[in-house]
C-alpha cells in the first residue's frame, strides 16, 4: 500500500544541483512539496528566486509556492559560488520567465507557518546555508519540536571542504545560522559532503536523458554541463556531485543511506577553520549527539532512481 506523501519545505539556494533537487521532489510521487523557501547562497538571492519560479515554469509546477528569503548571512559577509554555478545560477542554461510570481510572505514566515499548521508533519529540506531556518527559529522557537525532521544537506568532517581546505560552502558561508541549527535541538539529519561529494552524475547519464528529448533534459543538459566542467576543473572528477538531490532523497528513501547518531559542532572563531563541521564520532567528549550524520550512501542506486525520475518526468512534459 503507498503510504501518504511526505509533506516537505525545500529551503534552497538554487544553484544546479538544488534546480535537480527540485525536479526530483516533483518527480516523485512519495512527496509533496509545500514550499520553495530561498535563500542567498550559490548566487544572490534575486536570482536564485527567478531561478527557482522558472525550474517551476519549466516542470509545469505553478502551484509550489516561492518565498524569498533572507539575502545575507547573519554576520558573515556575502559569499557566492558563480564559478561553480555560473554568473545567474544555473550554469549554461537559460530559462524561459516563468509566467508567476514569487509569493508575498517571507520565507522564514513560510517555514514557520508550514511547520506549525501540520504539527509533527513538515519534513524540511535544507540545501543551502541555514539562514532562513535559524531565523525561523528565533522568531518561532516551538519549530524546533513541531518539525518531523530536518535533512541538511551541508558540512564536511573526515574530508577536505569543498569551499576552503576544512569547509563545505553551505556552512561555510552561515557558519552562524549553522550553530544555531546544531545547538536548536531539532531532530536533525546531516548529509554531508564527505558522502555527496561521491554521488555524481555523468555525462554518459547526460546522454542518456538527451535521448528523450524535450526542455527539461535540455535544460539538465546545459545546467550539468557547466557543473560537469567545475568538477573536473577543480576536483579532477569525472561527472558533478548531485548534493541536494541526495538530500531529498532521504526523506522517501532512508534506506539509501546509513546513519550515526554524533555531536557536531561549528568552528566560528577562526578565519583559518571558520565553517569547519566537527563530529565526535568516536564519543571523545561527553556531549550529546545532536544529529544522525549519514556516514554512508547507496549512491549507484540513487543516481539510477534519479535518472529514471527525471526520464520520467520529461515523458509527461511537452516536447516542444
Ligand atoms: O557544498 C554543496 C552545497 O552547497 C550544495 O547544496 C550546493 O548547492 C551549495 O549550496
Ligand atoms: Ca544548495
Request: hydrophobic content about 45%.
Amino acid at each position: 500500500m503507498s503510504r501518504t506523501p511526505h509533506k516537505v519545505v525545500l529551503d534552497t539556494d538554487p544553484g544546479i544541483d538544488d534546480a535537480l533537487a527540485i525536479l526530483l521532489a516533483l518527480a516523485s510521487p512519495e512527496i509533496v512539496l509545500r514550499a520553495l523557501t530561498v535563500t542567498g547562497g550559490n548566487c544572490p538571492l534575486e536570482d536564485g528566486v527567478r531561478n527557482a519560479l522558472n525550474v517551476l515554469a519549466l516542470a509545469q509546477a505553478p502551484h509550489v509556492p516561492v518565498h524569498s528569503g533572507v539575502a545575507l548571512p547573519l554576520l558573515r559577509p556575502p559569499f557566492t559560488a558563480p564559478e561553480t554555478h555560473g554568473d545567474h545560477g544555473l550554469g549554461y542554461a537559460t530559462l524561459p520567465a516563468a509566467p508567476f510570481g514569487s509569493a508575498d510572505e517571507h520565507a522564514v514566515d513560510a517555514i514557520i507557518r508550514e511547520i506549525m499548521a501540520a504539527p509533527g508533519e513538515i519534513v524540511l529540506v535544507a540545501v543551502g546555508p541555514l539562514t532562513n531556518v535559524a531565523l525561523a527559529i528565533r522568531r518561532e522557537p516551538r519549530i524546533v519540536q513541531a518539525v518531523r525532521d530536518v535533512i541538511f544537506m551541508g558540512g564536511a568532517f573526515r574530508v577536505e571542504g569543498n569551499t576552503t581546505p576544512l569547509a563545505e560552502f553551505n556552512v561555510y558561508v552561515d557558519p552562524h545560522a549553522a550553530q544555531i541549527v546544531l545547538q536548536s535541538g531539532m531532530p536533525l539529519t546531516i548529509i554531508p559532503w564527505d558522502i555527496t561529494r561521491e554521488v555524481r552524475l555523468t555525462q554518459a547519464h547526460v546522454d542518456r536523458l538527451l535521448r528523450q528529448g524535450g526542455p527539461l533534459v535540455q535544460f539538465i543538459a546545459d545546467a550539468t554541463r557547466f557543473y560537469i566542467e567545475f568538477h573536473l576543473n577543480h576536483f579532477g572528477y569525472a561527472g558533478c556531485s548531485i548534493n541536494d538531490p541526495a538530500a531529498l532523497a532521504l526523506v522517501f528513501m532512508p534506506e539509501l543511506a546509513q546513519t550515526e547518531e554524533v555531536f557536531v559542532a561549528v568552528d566560528v572563531m577562526s578565519d583559518l577553520s571558520m565553517g569547519k563541521t566537527v563530529g565526535d564520532f568516536q564519543r571523545i567528549t561527553t556531549h550529546t549527539p545532536n544529529a544522525r550524520v549519514v556516514t554512508a550512501f547507496d549512491s549507484e542506486r540513487f543516481v539510477e532512481l534519479f535518472v529514471e525520475r527525471m526520464e520520467r518526468l520529461s515523458r509527461l512534459l511537452p516536447l516542444a
